[in-house]
């Protein structure tokens, strides 16, 4: 089967030395890449900047911005059979990007923030490709996940609580409830981050012959 996996986090530029960004490392979905390319899958890895190495038979498309990120997931669509968004896109961006760097003054600053393209909304509805979303929340996990699922139009949403220090982003290990689209429910308890996504892969499988 052909993924196409994103990761790590975007960076939208305020000026040239200043982003935006996030926490996310990169490591679950990098997991995920290797874990697929292990059980003999070919593997497209649209990465934003992270300090990882990615799998050696990964097609590597590297990116910076949101923008950059939702081309190259729809440049890579064709002929896939799973998409997974595993990346921490950012949600909104500056307005403008200075040409020069913003210097210091002496008084309050604001910054006008836009919306991204939700790239997984820009999906088509109608596709031939199994859609697995991720859903980072800090409280109210399984009803934000499954609000997810629906407005996304995703097959499929893995939650991860990242409301604790010690798991979740930037840590090695992870847990992770899965709702599917035809409302079952699944499980992967505490594991290194490698562990769940050689689960994730699995169960991929399995919901791409489903549905
Ligand atoms: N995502 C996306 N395009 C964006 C932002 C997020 O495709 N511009 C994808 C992520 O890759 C992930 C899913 O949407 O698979 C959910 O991301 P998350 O950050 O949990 O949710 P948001 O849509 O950003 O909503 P909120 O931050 O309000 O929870």
Request: hydrophobic letters at 40%.
């Amino acid at each position: 089967m052909k993924f196409v996996v994103t990761a790590g986090p975007t960076r939208e530029p305020i000026d040239p030395i200043r982003f935006l960004s996030n926490r996310s490392s990169g490591k679950m979905g990098y997991a995920i890449a290797s874990a697929a390319i292990e059980e003999g899958h070919e593997v497209t890895l649209i990465s934003g900047p992270v300090a990882l190495s990615p799998p050696p038979s990964a097609r590597l498309i590297q990116v910076t911005t949101s923008d950059q990120m939702c081309d190259a997931v729809h440049g890579a669509l064709a002929k896939t059979d799973v998409l997974v968004m595993c990346a921490a896109v950012a949600d909104y961006k500056p307005a403008s990007t200075a040409n020069e760097k913003i210097k210091k003054r002496d008084k309050a600053f604001s910054l006008e923030l836009i919306p991204t393209r939700d790239i997984l909304k820009s999906l088509p509805k109608r596709r031939d490709y199994l859609v697995v979303g991720f859903a980072a929340e800090t409280n109210e996990v399984e009803k934000q996940a499954r609000e997810k699922l629906r407005h996304k139009n995703c097959d499929m949403i893995v939650a991860n609580d990242v409301s604790g220090s010690d798991i979740g982003m930037e840590s090695d290990e992870n847990a992770v409830t899965i709702f599917l689209r035809d409302g079952e429910m699944k499980k992967i308890s505490r594991a290194p981050k490698e562990k769940i996504a050689h689960a994730l892969v699995k169960i991929i499988l399995e919901t791409s012959k489903k549905f």
